[in-house]
């Protein structure tokens, strides 16, 4: 049964760090490309960035410079390593596997994990 968890959420100060992790379990994904999304109350959920199974990277305008993603084939886990967050960031976030087509294409990711909440104070 595959199966993708995240940690590493919490409560944090603007302009404050947080790590979140994604670890996989099932199945291997290191061939393929994996995408961190949040959702806020009352907003739809959106791509913030995503990694392919070459190490480039993709990332959402609006956190391009604060955020970066990265994973290790070898824990089959990826990152997403959140600097100078914003109260804006307060979201759920929650990590999916890209199976093929666009990579910005939200239709094309599957086994979608539970998410963990980062709540940004101002």
């Known amino acids: 049964q595959v199966q993708l968890v995240e940690s590493g959420g919490g409560l944090v100060q603007a302009g404050g760090s947080l790590r979140l992790s994604c670890a996989a379990s099932g199945r291997t994904f290191s061939n393929y490309a994996m995408g961190w999304f949040r959702q806020a109350p009352g907003k739809e959920r959106e791509l913030v960035a995503a990694?392919?199974?070459?190490?480039?990277?993709y990332y959402a305008d609006s956190v391009k410079g604060r955020f970066t993603t990265s994973r290790d084939n070898v824990k089959n886990t990826v990152y997403l390593q959140m600097n100078s967050l914003k109260p804006e960031d307060t979201a759920v976030y929650s990590c999916?596997?890209?199976?093929?087509?666009?990579?910005?294409?939200?239709?094309?990711?599957?086994?979608w994990g539970q998410g963990t909440q980062v709540t940004v104070s101002s």
């Open positions: 990694i392919r199974w070459s190490g480039g990277t």
């Open positions: 999916a596997v890209h199976v093929g087509g666009s990579l910005t294409d939200q239709r094309q990711y599957r086994y």
